[in-house]
């Protein structure tokens, strides 16, 4: 199973997003059931790269890969959410922003 797969599995069975798919063989989108953050709409499309756990993606593999999905869709994401995937199959979900985000009140 690819990582692709292996995200877009976890995010429609475990997480429960909804008209999840993979975009050109590089990144999956979907709707989350829930917001993922309190300060963004319930119905917004995110897009979730997926990366190993031994990985390294340096700034302008990120910057990179906002670029692609701005190619591709002529739209660019003020995030992407990116899946890391451990050796058991365990997926972990981290926000990279375009550029800098005041930190939010708890």
């Known amino acids: 199973m690819s990582l692709l797969d292996v995200v877009q599995t ?15 063989d590089f990144v999956v989108q979907g709707y989350p059931k829930e917001s993922l953050t309190k300060n963004t709409a319930q119905d917004t499309l995110e897009f979730v ?10 700034l302008s593999d990120i910057e990179g890969i906002f670029n692609r999905i701005d190619r591709i869709l002529g739209v660019r994401p003020k995030r992407i959410v990116m899946g890391v995937v451990t050796d058991d199959g365990s997926v972990v979900y981290y926000f990279a922003h375009e550029g ?5 009140k708890v």
């Open 49 to 58: 790269y997926p990366a190993h756990i031994s990985q390294r993606l340096s």
């Open 10 to 24: 976890n995010l429609e069975h475990f997480h429960f997003w909804t008209h999840v798919n993979i975009l050109d």
């Open 100 to 104: 800098l985000i005041k930190p939010s």
